[in-house]
């Protein structure tokens, strides 16, 4: 069986730049946001609306902010199209080789092909630093930052909610999760790459 | 300063195991039931009574099944000679050198001397399998081995909870979670050691 890792993270705390190295360094294929470009051509939506439907996620309280109930049953009509569609990529993923995969939910997606799961989290002010050094150009507080961080996770959360019992961030529903605050994430690669080769070799 | 790895760990998930291996792989000095046997030097306690408490808990709840308002303020009066006992041993161990240190909220009492913290955890079965490896002798169900891992870990949450504000295991409080199930934990000794190594040359 192929070797699927999965990264869920928190927004900031450098869960993509995990994943990428990881990648690299186990010398697995690494997907990111070419699964939503995969999604838009296989459901015929743009890329930005599959987005904004995923990170808000389409829950009964949903109901509540669209317009009307022709609006909100597009909505509902239009995530179903979407889960459909992922599910299908992600499994066509897995089929494909050794992989890393970020964000999508696929854990819980591809719990049948055995993953394993890694959760990436960091307290607020490293969460904040990191998105500093990557907008430099941005005049965002670190309040309205804080703001949009919580917001992202929030949405995260309800997504997941709709794919899984369990609560994204629940470490029960990971193998292994990794607190970044304050480290730099490149020199702990070496053994994050070699506990993961370990960790499938159990089987 | 010196390099700490605190171990918390659920019952059974193996948490001693690998704080005894890392200390081992990386060279540091050891702590585990040995604080207990300090702390009876110390206070003038039995072992077996300080354990007692510890895992109890004396919080307000203590107070439904103490037989009198004497007998609950004895035992108020014992847990806070044991936790000030504690402290300072905790604090004669980090100063001595580099180690491990399992349990005792070690976490919590020693955050100014900057440790890495690390909780280990594992789902029931896994669990249960381990405790039974252990006592292969002994008789109980697998109801009632479940129901004994959930108290001891029920008693662990309650101690935690009179030493800090975050709830023992949420992942927040650590560095590093370490999900045990399936896996046959010398196999994952070399990557940690390294991962804490690196964690520690970040300061």
Redesign the interface.
Known sequence: MNRIVTISREFGSGGREIGKRLADELGFAYYDREIITEIAKKVGMSEEYINHISEKGVTPYAFQFAKSFVMYSNLQSSQTDILVAETKILKEIAKKGDCVIVGRGANHILKDYNPMNL?V?A?MKSKINRCRMKREDEKMTDKELEKEIMQIDKNRKNYHRIISNLEW?D??A??????T????IK??I???A??IE??F??I
């Not at 605050?181 to 730099?184: K, T």
């Open positions: 959760f989290y307290d961030g470490k029960n990971y193998h292994l999760c990794i607190n605050s304050g480290i730099e020199t702990m070496a053994p994050l070699n506990y370990n960790w070799r159990r």
